[in-house]
Structure formats: structure tokens, C-alpha cells
């Protein structure tokens, strides 16, 4: 009996954060971890790598729900010091790549405000970081739902991308959160 209350504890914690944001007065429905996908920078240290946190956002103003995917982009590495080698100078576009499918996304242009944050949800504590926001439908949050991407890559404007594999994804927090959203019924 201890192991099955054990069991519904670790699963409770899966479970989305709801909250009111305090400066724009919008309610969010936050996905309880961001799924973490992760590259390594051999040619700046030996086990130096970039990371890149997705996670999922609702948001409800008086009864209108949007969806958000939020990318919050850092390092393991003080690139104070290597000034030709940042990673990011922006928004990028972002794409998912399971086995036989794609998704694309474009970033909005105000970022968080756009999603009515006041704070950053996905960064990590104590680290720098830039993030980006994006707007889903929920045929898109669906998508995101059926499985963990392998991986996702960053693009600039002239089409070079920045390929992170997926290191820390657990497909069960996506699972909490549909259903917390509604969008586990059909």
C-alpha cells in the first residue's frame, strides 16, 4: 500500500503548475517540467554542452485559451570569453523531428509578453539564457503529445541550424498535461 501511494505522489508531481501571473493577470497552465534536449561543444571543452528546455504553456484570458511552446536556450559554457563563438543572437525558428514527421514553428515577435509572462517559466536558476516563444495550435500541442521529438534544431535566417538530441524528455509530463488542458479527449 506504501509503494501505490509512493507511485501517486511521483505522479502527482507531473502535474502542471496553474497559476495567475501577477502582472498581466493571465491565468497559465504550465507544463510541470520542460523536456530537455542537449548538444555537445567538444571544440570549447571536453564535456561541454549546450542545452535547450521546451516546455508547453496554456493560457486562458477570460475564457480564451491559447497555447505557447516556449524554448529557453543555455550552456554549461562562459562564452564571455569566446566572443566568435555565441550561439544565438535572437528568436530562431524551431523545428521538431520525430522518425517520419516534421514541425516547424515561427517565434512570436514579443516573446513572453506575447504569452502574458512576467517571469521566465522554463530557464534554468542561475544560468544566462534567451528564450523564444511560440504560438500553437492545438492540433500542434496534439502533435507535440504523441511523442517525444528526437530532436530539435534552431534556425537562423539564412537557414543554418543548430541540432540539440533529446537527453532529459519524459513523455509523461506531456501526458499530464493534456490532460489537464482538456486535450487528451477527442
Known amino acids: 500500500m506504501a509503494i501505490l501511494t509512493l507511485a501517486g505522489c511521483a505522479d502527482r508531481d507531473l502535474w502542471p503548475a496553474e ?9 497559465v497552465t504550465v507544463m510541470a517540467e520542460p523536456w530537455v534536449y542537449a548538444r555537445s561543444v567538444p571544440m570549447l571543452a571536453a564535456n561541454a554542452r549546450d542545452y535547450l528546455n521546451v516546455g508547453i504553456v496554456e493560457t486562458n484570458r477570460a475564457g480564451s485559451r491559447a497555447y505557447w511552446l516556449g524554448a529557453v536556450s ?25 522518425s517520419t514527421t516534421k514541425l516547424e514553428l515561427t517565434p512570436a515577435a514579443a516573446g513572453r509578453s506575447a504569452v502574458g ?12 539564457f534567451e528564450e523564444s516563444w511560440y504560438s500553437l ?3 500542434q500541442v496534439t502533435q507535440l503529445g504523441a511523442g517525444v521529438p528526437t530532436a530539435v534544431s534552431l534556425m537562423n535566417e539564412s537557414g543554418e541550424s543548430t541540432t540539440y538530441e533529446a537527453w532529459r524528455a519524459n513523455p509523461a509530463v506531456m501526458v499530464h498535461f493534456l490532460k489537464a488542458t482538456g486535450l487528451d479527449r477527442p
Open 117 to 128: 509572462l512576467s517571469t521566465p517559466v522554463f530557464a534554468e536558476p542561475g544560468t544566462e
Open 74 to 98: 543555455w550552456s554549461t559554457i562562459d562564452r564571455s570569453v569566446y566572443a566568435a563563438t555565441s550561439t544565438r543572437t535572437g528568436p530562431m525558428r524551431v523545428r521538431f523531428d520525430w
Open 137 to 139: 495550435s492545438t492540433d
Open 19 to 27: 497559476r495567475l501571473d501577477p502582472k498581466s493577470a493571465v491565468n
